[in-house]
C-alpha cells in the first residue's frame, strides 16, 4: 500500500516510516525539519520505495499532491514539546489548527483514510482517573500559554470528527501518552530524553516542581503497532483511541532510574517551575490512559516496562548523543 506521513522526519514519524517500508510498503514524508531531522531517516533514505519532500504542511499544493498518492494518510505534523509550545504560542496554534485543515480538507475530497495524531494533553487537567475517550475536558485559563497546545489539538479532533460526520472522511483519532523512545530530543521539554541526556553527562538530573506528579510512558514501537493495527480495522473510523501505556511512575522515581543506569554520578536536583519555564505554564499531577476501547479494537496491551524504555534511550543516545 501507499502511505504518506506528515511530520515523517519527526520522532514518531520517522518510526512509523521505518516500520512501513519494513512490511514492504511505499512511503512518501513531508517534514518542514523544524523539530524533525532528516538523520532520523538514514536507515531508509535510499530505499526505493521511500520518498521524501522538505517542506509545510500548510502548503495546500504539496499536501495535496502527496494525498493523492496514498491510500493512507498520517497526520503527524505539529508543533509539540511543552517548552515549545509555551516559549511560541502563536506558532503552536497556527501550525497545529492550520496543517489539520490542510490535511483534512484534501483528505476529504479524495476520501482517503485519515489518522489524526492528538495527544492526551487534551484531558487538560482532569481529575478522573484513568482518562477515558468519552471523559469531559478540562482546560486551564487562556492566560496560561500551555493549554493552548491542548485546544488546538482539541479543535483538529472536532474537525476531523466533523469530515467523519458531515462528509463520511474515513478519520481515525489517536491520543498519544507521552510517547518516549530513540530519536526523541529533549530539547524541547520532553522529561526522559533530557534525564538521559544529563545522566550521561554526569550532570544534575532536573526534576521540575516537587517531582511526586507521576507519568505513564509509551514506547514509540508500540505506539506506531497500535497506529498499523488501527489501520487494517475498518471499525477504528470514526472513532478516538487512547494510545500508549497504563504503568505509572513518577518524576522523581524516573530520575531515580536514569541515574541509576546511567552511572550514578548525577545529582538530582529540584527546580521551581517559574525557573524552568517562562510564565504561563501549569503541570498536571497525573495522566494514566484508559486503554479498554484500544484493546478490545486491536487486542493491544503494553508490554515495555519503563526500565526496558529508559535502557533502549541510554542505548540510543550513548551511540549518537542527544
Ligand atoms: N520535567 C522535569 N524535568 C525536565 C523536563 C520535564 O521534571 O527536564 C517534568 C515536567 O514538568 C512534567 C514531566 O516531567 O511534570 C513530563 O514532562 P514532559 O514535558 O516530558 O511531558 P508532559 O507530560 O508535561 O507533556
Not at 186 to 214: C, H, S, W
Request: aromatic residues 8%; glycine residues 10%; contains cysteine.
Amino acid at each position: 500500500m501507499k502511505f504518506f506521513i506528515t511530520g515523517g522526519a519527526g520522532f514518531i514519524g520517522s518510526h512509523l516510516a521505518e516500520r512501513l517500508i519494513a512490511d514492504g510498503h511505499e512511503v512518501w514524508i513531508l517534514d518542514d525539519l523544524s523539530t524533525g531531522a532528516m538523520t532520523n531517516l538514514d536507515g531508509i533514505l535510499e530505499h526505493p520505495k521511500f520518498h521524501h519532500r522538505i517542506g509545510s504542511v500548510t502548503n495546500e499544493e504539496l499536501v495535496a499532491e502527496l494525498v493523492d498518492r496514498a491510500d493512507v494518510v498520517y497526520h503527524l505534523a505539529a508543533a509539540v514539546g511543552v517548552k515549545l509550545i509555551v516559549e511560541k504560542p502563536t506558532h503552536t496554534i497556527e501550525t497545529n489548527v492550520r496543517g489539520a485543515e490542510v490535511v483534512l480538507q484534501k483528505c476529504a475530497k479524495k476520501g482517503k483514510l485519515t489518522f489524526i495524531a492528538s495527544t492526551s494533553e487534551v484531558y487538560g487537567k482532569g481529575v478522573k482517573l484513568p482518562f477515558s475517550e468519552e471523559d469531559d475536558l478540562l482546560f486551564g485559563s487562556t492566560t496560561k500559554s500551555r493549554w493552548a497546545y491542548a485546544c488546538s489539538k482539541a479543535i483538529d479532533e472536532y474537525l476531523a470528527l466533523a469530515y467523519f460526520r458531515e462528509r463520511q472522511t474515513p478519520i481515525v483519532i489517536t491520543r498519544f501518552f507521552n510517547t518516549v523512545g530513540p530519536r526523541q530530543i529533549g530539547r524541547y521539554g520532553m522529561v526522559l530524553p533530557n534525564f538521559v541526556r544529563q545522566g550521561l553527562a554526569g550532570e544534575d538530573i532536573t526534576v521540575y516542581g516537587t517531582g511526586e506528579q507521576k507519568r505513564c510512558f509509551g514506547y514509540v514501537g508500540e505506539v506506531v503497532e497500535c497506529l498499523m493495527r488501527l489501520t487494517g480495522k475498518p471499525e477504528a473510523i470514526g472513532q478516538v483511541f487512547n494510545v500508549g501505556n497504563n504503568q505509572e511512575i513518577s518524576i522523581n522515581g524516573l530520575a531515580e532510574l536514569v541515574k541509576e543506569k546511567t552511572g550514578g554520578r548525577s545529582k538530582i536536583v529540584h527546580v521551581e517551575y517559574d525557573v524552568a519555564y517562562p510564565d504561563g505554564f501549569e503541570d498536571m499531577e497525573r495522566r494514566i490512559p484508559d486503554l479498554a476501547k484500544l484493546e478490545a479494537a486491536i487486542g493491544y496491551r503494553p508490554s515495555m516496562h519503563v526500565s526496558d524504555i529508559v535502557d533502549r534511550v541510554i542505548e540510543y543516545q550513548t551511540e549518537v548523543g542527544a
